[in-house]
């Protein structure tokens, strides 16, 4: 048997082919469109994935504003931040952050499901959120993405 043939093939930022997917957030449940954005973003989808490289595709998702939240989730899940001051603890839950910054509810729910080191930063790179229908990537000729497809 000839086991020159069976050789693992490693992918690197040159053999990498990045695309680039819309997706659609209307009526979208946020944890299973998080879940499946990040394992796009991350590269989990292709053959050739290879953990400590950035073989990700690019993702854009429209209409973040749009997006559901089951449950009581909506008033009852609280967002914690500090100032950095004394006494400086902040909550907000997701209607205010919707109110208030329509995109964070949507990135802050895939950032989490990255990787936290320097590759998930750079993976985190590749996603852009928008809250309203438009985007200023139609140059890169996006393809339409359903979350059933990944």
Known sequence: MDTLSYKTISANSGTVKKEWYVIDATDQVLGRLASRVALVLRGK?????????????????????KIRLT??????????????YPGGQRFATPKDMLDRKPTFVVEHAIKGMLPKNRLGAELFRNLYV?????????????KPLTLNEI
């Open 71 to 84: 449950g009581k989730k909506l008033t009852d899940k609280v967002y914690v931040r500090h100032t950095g």
């Open 130 to 142: 928008y809250a309203g229908p438009e985007h200023p990537h139609e140059a890169q000729q996006p």
């Open 45 to 65: 989808n292709k053959p050739d994935f290879t953990p400590h490289v950035d073989c990700g595709d690019n993702v854009i998702i429209v209409n973040a504003d």
